[in-house]
């Protein structure tokens, strides 16, 4: 075992026994320190990247599909609103060229057919 991997185990069990002891108050440490200061660590890291999107003005077209979705009813069209904004992501996201686009979008319009079925069977069958 090399002396890296032997470290990284000594302090996963370290945090066994951290969390095992005082299971609340390694919670709140998390959250309130260790959370906020990996968020700040990311974001130069993400920047440098370009992990964000090019315009702020999708972000916004996303979070109101979110509030729109969270109001819909009918688990069919929730399933149809989900699915959209997840090939909407998948194409600013992963795809560099309009072929791609097309070709991700075209999988898309194939692909959701069985996979409502099956899920509308699945809630069906659970009832």
């Known amino acids: 075992m090399r002396s890296n991997d032997a470290i990284h185990l000594g302090l996963m069990l370290l945090a066994l026994a951290a969390a095992y002891l005082m299971p609340f108050e390694l919670l709140l440490l998390a959250y309130v320190v260790l959370g906020p200061a ?9 920047h440098d990247r370009s992990y964000y999107l090019p315009h702020r003005g999708i972000a916004a077209a996303l979070a109101i599909i979110a509030v729109v979705a969270a109001l ?14 997840l090939i909407v992501c998948a194409m600013l996201a992963a795809t560099t060229s309009a072929i ?28």
Request: aromatic residues 16%; hydrophobic residues 50%; glycine residues 6%.
């Open 72 to 85: 819909i009813d009918n688990a069919s069209w929730f399933g149809f609103a989900m699915w959209g904004a």
């Open 38 to 46: 990996h968020y700040f660590t990311e974001i130069s890291w993400l």
């Open 100 to 127: 791609e686009s097309m070709l991700l979008f075209m999988t898309a319009l194939a692909c959701p057919r069985p996979c409502i079925r099956a899920g509308l069977r699945s809630r069906s069958s659970a009832s």
